[in-house]
Every structure is written in structure tokens, then in C-alpha cells.
């Protein structure tokens, strides 16, 4: 159901259906825990052709929109990246991992290679690292 949500919301965003749906551009994932499959949208892999092809990305990044099932409340978690994935926490859950852009990179306070990871954690989506 999650995933007919998520193609609804990138037709609406784009004013149509896209033109191409690259390798990555929808990623399911089991993030909240609840037994229901959820949902991440890579926009940098969605094009929605002219007049503005990529109409969520900038220079550096993109957008990624979280569809989390026990958390739904009409609209995805989102977040700006450089690059987007689904990798595995030690608790059997998914994350979100992402790249952040080049001026994110630079603040003390980034993780040395970059990589920020989104997941579940006391009962919200956010930022784990």
C-alpha cells in the first residue's frame, strides 16, 4: 500500500507520471519496526522531464522522502542528500544512509566520511549519528 502512496506523491510532484525511473529511485524498507514494508524515494534517480526535470534537487543534492508505515501522517520524512541508501542497523531494522553535500561535509560536527544515517529511534524518525 506504502508503495502505491509513494508513486502517487511522485506523480503529483512531477504533474505527471515520469519520464524515467532510474535504478534506486524507490527503495522498501523495513525502518519503523511495525511489520508493514516502507518506503524511500531517491529523487536524484526520477526524472520528470521538461520543463524541470529533477524539480526536488539543487546543484549538489536531492531530495529523499521517508514513507514510514506506523508513523503516517499524510506526508514523508524528508531530507536533502547527495546520495541515498538502505543499509542494515545491528537491531535487524533499516536505515536511511546518506551523503551529505560538500558544505555539510565541512562542519566539525559531520561524521568523518560523510555518512548520516535516519532510523527509528524512540519512537521517531531522525538522525542517529
Known amino acids: 500500500a506504502m508503495v502505491e502512496v509513494a508513486y502517487s506523491h511522485v506523480r503529483q510532484v512531477c504533474g505527471r507520471d515520469p519520464v524515467t525511473l532510474g535504478p534506486g529511485h524507490l527503495m522498501i524498507a523495513n525502518i519503523d519496526g511495525d511489520g ?3 518506503v524511500v524515494i531517491w ?3 526520477i526524472d520528470c522531464g521538461s520543463p524541470m526535470p529533477q524539480p526536488v534537487c539543487g546543484a549538489a543534492q536531492c531530495l529523499v522522502e521517508t514513507f514510514l508505515t506506523g508513523a503516517w501522517r499524510g506526508t514523508p520524512e524528508q531530507v536533502y542528500a547527495a546520495s541515498a541508501g ?4 545491528s537491531n535487524g531494522l533499516d536505515l536511511v544512509q ?3 553535500r ?3 561535509c565541512q562542519d566539525p560536527a559531520a561524521p ?4 548520516f ?3 527509528w ?3 521517531r524518525f531522525q538522525r542517529l549519528n
Do not use: S
Not at 86 to 89: E, T, W, Y
Not at 112 to 115: E, I, L, S, T
Open 117 to 119: 544515517y535516519w532510523g
Open 86 to 89: 538502505i543499509v542494515r542497523a
Open 121 to 123: 529511534h524512540q519512537g
Open 102 to 104: 560538500l558544505a555539510v
Open 36 to 38: 508493514r514494508l516502507d
Open 112 to 115: 568523518p566520511d560523510c555518512r
Open 98 to 100: 546518506i551523503t551529505g
Open 43 to 45: 529523487w536524484g534517480a
